[in-house]
């Protein structure tokens, strides 16, 4: 599935962030904001198995383009932000299972809704052509969706994992955005 993502997806919106960490030596991963008005420009996820079995990709990229603006498609008007993308798109195999984390670095405390919704329906999409074209299995992908705010409220359970709460029908992590923290991938699992 991981080499059909990267072989479909624009070179232009795939995200090349994983690392290994100096601290740590595990398998690392980030997402960036880029523009020079955002205050959550980075976050650092920890803990991925490897490479060969993560890809990720930005449906807000300012670098893929239909004409001139950044849309998800040309046949979109801009309303009920259908054209809305989130900063990463993560899919990745972790202890057997394989996962689509949605995430997004937000300014505020709101927003972030929309994006996860027209997110959904892009990667609904990509999981049709996956099964259609590639005879690839993708009825066992499990989502997690993740804001990283500078409004977040990290809580966590008895075992340590971050918390979800109900947002519109979508199990979403509120994190505090700190561009130096390392968030480990199995604590939203």
């Known amino acids: 599935m991981y080499s059909v993502l990267k072989d479909i997806i624009s070179d232009k919106a795939q995200l090349k ?12 991963f980030s997402i960036k904001e880029s523009s020079n008005s955002a205050k959550c420009k980075k976050v650092n996820l920890v803990g991925f198995e490897s490479e060969d079995v993560t890809f ?20 979109f008007t801009d309303k009920k932000g259908l054209d809305k993308g989130n900063d990463g798109i993560i899919f990745t195999t972790l ?11 937000k300014d505020g405390s709101k927003g972030h809704i929309a994006q996860f919704k027209s997110t959904s ?23 997690k969706y993740i804001v990283f705010s ?8 008895t075992r340590g994992n971050y918390m979800s709460k ?11 955005c700190c561009s130096e923290a390392e968030y480990y991938i199995e604590s939203f699992m």
């Open 95 to 105: 202890k057997g299972n394989k996962y689509v984390f949605i995430c997004e670095l």
């Open 121 to 143: 329906c892009f990667v609904d999409y990509l999981k049709s052509i996956l099964k259609r074209f590639y005879n690839i299995n993708v009825d066992n992908l499990i989502f």
């Open 17 to 28: 962030n994983f690392y290994i960490s100096r601290h740590n030596g595990k398998n690392c």
């Open 56 to 75: 990720a990709f930005e449906l807000d990229s300012k670098k893929a383009k239909c004409g001139k603006i950044s849309k998800i498609s040309p046949y």
């Open 166 to 176: 109900n947002q519109s029908g979508f199990e979403v992590y509120n994190m505090k």
């Open 150 to 157: 500078k409004h977040g409220s990290v809580q966590k359970d």
